[in-house]
Nanobody, 113 residues
């Protein structure tokens, strides 16, 4: 059993930055990542980081978003720069283990002037 809690969402102007954090209830050594879902749209995979630190990103966020992890603090982060209005969504972190995928409850990100 693993519990994930996201934080760091909020309102930011276009071109601004925001850092999301995901805290796990215990040690994290698995692949983790972030999804987002905007109203009326399908859930989209944004970024992934493996236990070894290898990262992958959706084409739409490459060069602007950075995923990282701190295993000592049981946390994963998503640094979001040059934010656009279309990035507005609920962002959720996940952990992929051998037999189950764990999800956080999500944090709202709103990009608007």
């Amino acid at each position: 059993q693993v519990q994930l809690v996201e934080s760091g969402g909020g309102l930011v102007q276009p071109g601004g930055s925001l850092r999301l954090s995901c805290a796990a209830s215990r040690s994290i050594i698995y692949t983790m990542g972030w999804y987002r879902q905007a109203p009326g749209k399908q859930r989209e995979l944004v970024a992934v980081i493996t236990s070894g630190g290898t990262t992958r990103y959706a084409d739409s966020v490459k060069g602007r978003f950075t995923i990282s992890r701190d295993n000592g603090k049981n946390m994963v982060h998503l640094q979001m720069n040059s934010l656009k209005p279309e990035n507005t969504a609920v962002y959720s972190c996940y952990l992929d283990c051998s037999v189950r995928t764990y999800w956080g409850q999500g944090t709202q990100v709103t990009v608007s002037s």
